[in-house]
């Protein structure tokens, strides 16, 4: 398995340019199940998880071709995938698919509401959690479908379709406002989603939903409302840009110093991080190509911070924010409300020399002077990145074991770095 090889204690200058976002362009591909037209998404990262899902819809019968930049492209633009699912041969997603990314687990969503019928692995425990899909199968039997479980397999079936309804989350789920979405918009009559997650993904899927015919309001409230129709059409969508791998970049230079251009990054969707970031003695200026970050001088402020759905602050920036508060000059504290097990990075930054005590859901960072390169790995994509900020700014030399993690989320992350003057390579195994 590939290794990130990083030697810490450069500072961060120049431009990085932001891919689309991994947590939009999976959903969207996943609602091109919802037509036997062509949906054609422009930006969609290269990343192993956009491979891993171009299978599995394969594996439905759905048509994927990727093609190449076109005229007046910038350098660094994402591809644009066609996707067209005008024949779907098997409504089955078996474990083998599921099990390895949990997000697959959706397509039952656009199955049922097209199919009128959908077979798809549960998708079992994950790193970060024990991550249930209960509120996703109450969304579903809300709007009509029966609903069992099978050798392990949710079986879902609704003979005369799904039909408009009321749907309540108890609390706010990404992943069960995305299949209420889909579902809905197929359904016959008005659904009405709240306590709905506001994540700007969401809102970039209602977009391209409403593009194909879709006739959806409020998304980006806590209050959805869609009115079922017959049929989706095909469309053509932009990606919207990575707000995680911007938050991601941004607190790499706060933790190593100098100024980089965050280009495409667009500030209302990290507001809570950039907030933090000044607090932790950043600076961030925003411009027309996107945000400007920097720390020249001062030393890092230590911050007070609890995980929350959006518009808050994100539980996929949490452990790149605790690599950073390694070094500030006094205790953080650092509160992790969305997943009950979203620590694994502690163990690993204690490697660098990092002080972190954990008291349940909340770790205090007591910050040290200078991190110490070490070998290290995580078993997570966040938490993986994290072991690189932190390596960044570490003495001397890091390995990061188990890219893959890395590669799941992060497009050409070793390039995009090192482009700013990072000593960072991939060591291919
Ligand atoms: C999405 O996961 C993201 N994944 C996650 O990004 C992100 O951390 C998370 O939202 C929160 O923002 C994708 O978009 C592909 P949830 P999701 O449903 O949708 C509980 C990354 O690194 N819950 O909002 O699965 C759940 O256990 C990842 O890119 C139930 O109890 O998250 C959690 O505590 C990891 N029952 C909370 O809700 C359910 O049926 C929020 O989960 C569903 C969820």
């Known amino acids: 398995m590939d290794r990130i090889r990083i030697v810490g204690g450069n500072k961060l200058n120049g431009t990085i340019s932001i891919s689309g976002a991994k947590n939009a362009a999976l959903p969207l591909m996943i609602a091109a199940l919802l037509t036997e037209e062509t949906l054609i998404l422009d930006n969609v990262p290269r990343l192993a998880d956009v491979a891993q899902l171009q299978r599995i819809l394969g594996n439905h019968g759905v048509d994927i071709m990727s093609a190449g930049k076109r005229s007046g492209d910038r350098e660094y633009q994402g591809q644009t995938l066609h996707i067209s699912a005008a024949d779907i041969i098997d409504t089955t997603a078996p474990y083998e698919l599921v099990s390895r990314m949990r997000a697959s687990f959706w397509v039952i969503a656009p199955l049922i509401a097209r199919m009128h019928e959908a077979r798809v692995s549960l998708p079992g425990g994950c790193a970060i959690g024990t991550r249930p899909v209960d509120l996703l199968i109450m969304a579903l039997e809300k709007l009509g479908a029966d609903i069992s479980i099978d050798g392990g397999y949710v079986v879902a079936k609704a003979p005369g379709g799904l039909r408009g309804a009321d749907i309540a989350f108890p609390k706010v789920t990404v992943s069960g406002t995305h299949v209420a979405l889909m579902a809905a918009t197929l359904a016959k009559g008005t659904s009405v989603i709240t306590n709905a997650a506001c994540e700007p993904e969401v809102t970039d899927v209602a977009d391209c939903l409403n593009k194909m015919g879709g006739r959806i309001t409020g998304a980006g409230t806590p209050c959805i409302i869609v009115e079922g129709v017959d049929r989706l059409h095909g469309a053509r ?46 600076t961030v200026s925003v411009n027309n190509d996107g945000i400007r970050i920097g720390r020249n001088g001062a030393g890092l402020r230590p911050v007070k911070v609890a995980t929350a759905p ?4 994100p539980t996929d920036l949490q452990a790149q924010l605790m690599a950073l508060m390694t070094c500030a000059d006094g205790a953080s504290v650092i509160t992790e409300t969305i997943f009950e097990n979203r620590f694994m990075h502690v163990q690993e930054l204690a490697r660098f020399g990092a002080r972190i005590s954990l008291d349940g859901e909340t770790a205090t960072i007591r910050g040290i002077d200078r991190l110490r390169g070490a070998p290290v790995m995580a078993t997570d994509l966040r938490a993986s990145v994290s072991l690189v900020i932190a390596g960044l700014a570490a003495e001397g030399e890091t390995m990061v074991n188990r890219v893959y993690h890395l590669d799941r989320g992060f497009e050409r992350l070793e390039e995009k770095l090192s482009a700013c003057g990072a000593s960072i390579e991939r060591i291919r195994d």
Do not use: K, N, W
Request: aromatic fraction near 6%; charge should be negative; glycine fraction near 12%.
């Open 237 to 282: 969508h932009t990606v919207l840009p990575d707000r995680i791998e911007a938050g991601t970049y941004a607190m790499a230079v706060a933790m190593t110093g100098g100024e980089v251009q965050l280009s495409g990054a667009r500030p209302e969707l990290l507001q809570s991080a950039l907030d933090v970031l000044c607090e932790a003695g950043a």
């Open 310 to 313: 959006f518009p808050g602050f």
